[in-house]
């Protein structure tokens, strides 16, 4: 048994599914079920439960579940901890306008406060979040709260409370309104984001939406920034969280929803971080950063 198995055990647990595990450990099916079948032979019981359909944990594997995932943070603790300085940094970052204008503008500040440290980017997906937190693939990720509910080894700092946007074209009847309420969107064709991927508030919202004024308008787009182009090329309106929007593009109108829907955006990161690197000072850095970001994009 070692701990490459376990990681491979935890992210099965995770997905259900196989070739969904195999795609975000960057390995073969097979390979994935093989460290499986071996760390079932090792541990002389069936963690899994496969059919045709479905992939469960067993009642030995449940128990191991929690077993295994102790293993694996305590095993993170001591990689910090052998750190003397703490040099290696990977910020993940989700495709949005804010991370991609932001982003630049933290590494260099980064880079000037620590020339020393070796800071990777990653851009990480809404599914993958808290795996990438858990076995080391990256150090802070910048997201909504909801992104990091569910697992107690991680913690969250907002950065700011975030309301929802209309984004309509030049051309949309709607662009001079000063603000808009949902039950005003009636007659507006809609883009909204990937349904599949939605976080607990989105959800909330969408369901909102769809009780106030039916969905008979409403089409989806699997990111923000395809999202953009449905508001560009075919005169539809989007709704965004305000952080993730691009306000220095004027060929669009920004109008705030009258709602109390609203998210938080900040950074997830594990535990155990605060044992290699001084996160209040990366903490007053980042908040230094975004304010300075906030200031010339709003």
């Known amino acids: 048994m070692n701990i490459e198995q376990l990681k491979i055990f935890l992210t099965v647990?995770?997905?259900?599914?196989?070739?969904?595990?195999?795609?975000?450990?960057?390995?073969?099916?097979?390979?994935?079920?093989?460290?499986?079948?071996?760390l079932e032979n090792y541990l002389d019981c069936r963690l899994f439960q496969r059919t045709t359909r479905s992939v469960s944990l067993t009642p030995e594997g449940k128990y191991?579940?929690?077993?295994?995932?102790?293993?694996?943070?305590?095993?993170?603790?001591?990689?910090?901890?052998?750190?003397?300085n703490g040099k290696e940094f990977t910020l993940g970052y989700l495709n949005t306008y804010a991370d991609k204008i932001f982003m630049p503008q933290l590494i260099k500040a980064i880079h000037k406060k620590f020339p020393t440290w070796d800071i990777h980017v990653k851009e990480v997906f809404l599914d993958d979040i808290l795996n990438g937190l858990i076995h080391g693939n990256t150090s802070i990720v910048f997201g909504e709260e909801d992104c990091f509910e569910g697992e107690k080894h991680v913690k969250f700092y907002p950065l700011t409370k975030s309301n929802y946007y209309l984004i309509t074209s030049s051309k949309s009847f709607v662009r001079n309104y000063k603000s808009i309420k949902i039950s005003d969107l009636k007659n507006v064709p809609l883009i909204l984001g990937n349904i599949r991927n939605y976080l607990q508030t989105e959800q909330h919202l969408h369901d909102k939406i769809i009780d106030e004024i039916g969905r008979s308008?409403?089409?989806?787009?699997?990111?923000?920034?395809?999202?953009?182009?449905?508001?560009?090329?075919?005169?539809?309106?989007?709704?965004?969280?305000?952080?993730?929007?691009?306000k220095t593009d004027k060929s669009l109108n920004y109008i705030p929803i009258e709602s109390d829907i609203y998210t938080t955006f900040g950074f997830g990161y594990l535990d155990t971080l605060p044992l290699s690197i001084n996160l209040d000072t990366v903490t007053n850095l980042i908040k230094q950063v975004y304010k300075n970001y906030l200031q010339v994009c709003y």
């Open 64 to 84: 191991f579940f929690g077993i295994a995932k102790n293993i694996v943070h305590s095993m993170d603790i001591a990689r910090l901890n052998l750190k003397k």
């Open 13 to 38: 647990a995770n997905t259900s599914n196989f070739s969904v595990s195999a795609n975000k450990l960057n390995m073969s099916q097979s390979t994935v079920s093989k460290q499986i079948k071996e």
């Open 217 to 246: 308008n409403i089409e989806y787009a699997d990111d923000m920034m395809i999202m953009t182009l449905f508001i560009k090329a075919e005169n539809k309106c989007g709704i965004l969280p305000e952080y993730g929007i691009d």
